[in-house]
Nanobody, 122 residues
Framework: QVQLVESGGGLVQAGGSLRLSCLAS??????MGWFRQAPGKEREFVAA????????YYADSVKGRFTITRDNAKNTVYLQMNSLIPEDTAVYYC?????????????????WGQGTQVTVSS
């Protein structure tokens, strides 16, 4: 089992940037992902990275604006979010798989953080 703690959310104006962090403890040789859920909507995939960081995947809606990276020495995964738009407003969740292989489906992730709120004002 992996324990995940997100941080870095907040309120930002459109066009601004935020960096989310996810500190993992426990089993750490895992693929990691970020998902988000807006009010009244289903949870959706945002970005994911393999354990090595050599493979990354992004939702089309964030491609070119968001970057997922990881520092395994610090057991931390980051989501750098640039050029934020109001549609990015959501609770962002960090998730871990019990595998080093990265996927984009939330059903394949075993452990989840508590979420951090990101609000983008227009």
């Amino acid at each position: 089992q992996v324990q995940l703690v997100e941080s870095g959310g907040g309120l930002v104006q459109a066009g601004g940037s935020l960096r989310l962090s996810c500190l993992a403890s426990g089993r750490t040789f895992t693929a990691m992902g970020w998902f988000r859920q807006a009010p009244g909507k289903e949870r959706e995939f945002v970005a994911a990275t393999s354990w090595s960081g050599g493979s990354t995947y992004y939702a089309d809606s964030v491609k070119g604006r968001f970057t997922i990276t990881r520092d395994n020495a610090k057991n931390t995964v980051y989501l750098q979010m640039n050029s934020l738009i109001p549609e990015d407003t959501a609770v962002y969740y960090c998730a871990a798989r019990s595998s080093v292989v990265v996927t984009t489906s939330s059903c394949t992730y075993n452990d989840w953080g508590q979420g951090t709120q990101v609000t983008v004002s227009s």
